[in-house]
């Protein structure tokens, strides 16, 4: 089964503060691993996938295999990153499996 | 860039009504996806088609839905007898099956059923 936990339902930093967002996963072979940012009610934005190991807005996510993690990271928060965001797994072919999302609230 | 399209936007429905959500996938794509998103939930995968069949699909996806590609271009999600439970944004994914790391959403369909 294909299982992935992000712990904090809500997390508030201060503009200029570092970022990290947390998601673990279970999956039994090789998972692609994707964070997806979900403004005020809008469509679901891929922020970056493992694979392609790009930086997007500022953020980066490392996979570590064997905590089994792909957490989400920025040295200097911004107002503009408040939003949810959601780790996601997918083994190909199959269905993506979402986490519970992670409000992200900025306080200027 | 190729995107996934979804029509209606928003959809208003009385309890009892029957409603299709429409999604036109990427042209060359051969996977098809519905995925809800309850109000303040995550996002839940309800099935996938391949081939003309369902391929897989949640214990969500019961006898009130089904999905349908009746011609080369749309891909469709119907309800038959809507519940207030249904209320949800409905996200149509589409996937090439080859040559492509990711699923492809639509911007989403707004279910509100009354």
């Known amino acids: 089964a294909q299982r992935v936990t992000q712990p904090e339902k809500l997390l508030s930093v201060f503009k200029g503060a570092p970022v990290e967002l947390k998601c673990n996963y279970s999956?039994?072979?090789?998972?692609?691993l994707f964070w997806y940012v979900q403004y005020s009610r809008q469509r679901l934005q891929l922020l970056l996938r493992?694979?392609s190991r790009e930086s997007i807005k500022g953020f980066t996510a490392d996979l570590n295999k064997g905590e089994t993690s792909f957490h989400l990271k920025k040295p200097f928060a911004q107002e503009e990153d408040s939003a949810m965001y959601y780790c996601?797994?997918?083994?190909?072919?199959?269905?993506?499996?979402f986490g519970t999302g992670t409000k992200l609230q900025v306080i200027p | 860039e190729p995107e996934v399209t979804q029509t209606p936007s928003h959809q208003v429905t009385q309890m009892g009504q029957e409603v299709i959500l429409r999604c036109v996938p990427i042209?060359?794509?051969?996977?098809f996806y519905w995925y809800r998103q309850i109000l303040g939930q995550k996002v839940e995968f309800l099935v996938s088609?391949?081939?003309?069949?369902?391929?897989?699909k949640s214990e969500i996806f019961d006898d009130q839905f089904s999905v349908e590609r009746p011609d080369g271009s749309n891909f469709t999600l119907k309800i038959r007898s809507t519940k207030l439970e249904d209320s949800a944004m409905y996200f149509c994914?589409?996937?090439?099956?080859?040559?492509?790391?990711?699923?492809?959403f639509g911007p989403g369909t707004r279910l509100t059923v009354t």
């Open positions: 996601a797994l997918w083994g190909g072919y199959q269905k993506v499996t």
């Open positions: 999956y039994s072979g090789s998972p692609e």
């Open positions: 493992h694979i």
């Open positions: 042209s060359n794509h051969l996977y």
């Open positions: 088609f391949y081939n003309n069949e369902i391929s897989e």
């Open positions: 994914a589409s996937w090439p099956g080859t040559g492509a790391y990711e699923q492809y």
